[in-house]
């Protein structure tokens, strides 16, 4: 049998050293640089989102991106990619919507995000959750035509911006 040792309404340790809560612990809030500032979360959301225009001269849809969450220092950054149900898409690959793999790219997204604000974090780490909702519309073949996702999927994908190249 454990016997608790320590005072009413804190954490107690037992002879056995097994520490048990006698509350309910919350969670520390996040704190750092960037975390909790929502301009500078809008900041890298609409540069990320700024990045997608290529799609319009091809007339496609470009899919909708949201950031989900932010590291402390900022750069490392979870998002999602949709793709959305009766919309038309060249295809569901991400690089293909943002060409993360150019180290170009990653240049102009830190020059879009110049433009509405004044830091500059160390080197992106993207975590992309891509969401193709059923009904979307994926150009297949130009001449074939599209072809529409008949399920919902997801899948994840990973990006660091030190990982890409200039080609």
Known sequence: MLERIGSKGS???????????????????????????????????????????????????????????????GNAVEAELRFLRNQKYCCYNAPCAMHVWDSRWWQGLRTALAESTSRQPPP??????VVVEAGSKLEANPPVGFVTAKQRFTFTERFNEIDSKVL
């Open 11 to 73: 954490s107690t340790a037992t002879k056995s050293h097994i520490t048990m809560p006698s509350k309910r612990v919350r969670r520390k809030q996040e704190s750092g640089h960037f975390s909790g500032d929502l301009a500078w979360r809008d900041a890298v959301e609409h540069a990320f989102r700024s990045m997608l225009d290529h799609w319009e001269t091809r007339k496609l849809t470009p899919p909708s991106f949201r950031v989900i969450a932010l590291s402390k220092r």
């Open 124 to 129: 992106f780490r993207l975590r992309l959750f």
